[in-house]
């Protein structure tokens, strides 16, 4: 009897601790959030066929401490860049844009992810409250570097 006792003890213990859960939220929520807690929004823009887009989101977007970061000091929009929906952001409508037979690219992902006319994933693009670019960076982005990225827009 004791050994289930501390079975479920150590299983309990280890929800919190080891399951931390990433918080996202879509585009048409951030208006509203903002008035609640102005906070940086995070976007990360990215494609389901990219290998790096991939590995972000298995490993620096697993780990603790960018969770605990991002949960806590800022909103986190993913958004597949091949996205059909249309998106409404700061009172405009995007829509998806085709080009060639079956490829194609939601025109706020084109806008977001665009860096010297160069489109690339994944990409993280950082707005202010007012949801104004401050950040852009384009391809993938390890644990460490990101944390050091978060510390920085934290100060």
Known sequence: MKKWIYMLLIFFWAIPNGFAQLKTYS??????????????????????????CQAMKN????????????NENFYLVSLNAEEKRAITFKSRKFIFKT???????NELAHELATINNQTSYPTIC?????????????????TKDFLIVLEKLNE
Request: with cysteine; aromatic share 12%; charged share 20%.
């Open 27 to 52: 585009f048409e929520q951030i208006d509203s959030l903002q008035t609640i807690q102005k906070r940086k929004v995070i976007m990360f823009i990215h494609t389901d066929w990219c290998k790096y």
């Open 59 to 70: 490993s620096t977007f697993k780990n603790k401490e960018v969770i605990k970061n991002l």
């Open 99 to 105: 080009y060639g037979n079956t490829a194609g690219i």
């Open 126 to 142: 950082i707005l202010n409250a007012q949801n104004d670019i401050v950040f852009q960076q384009s391809n993938y982005l390890p």
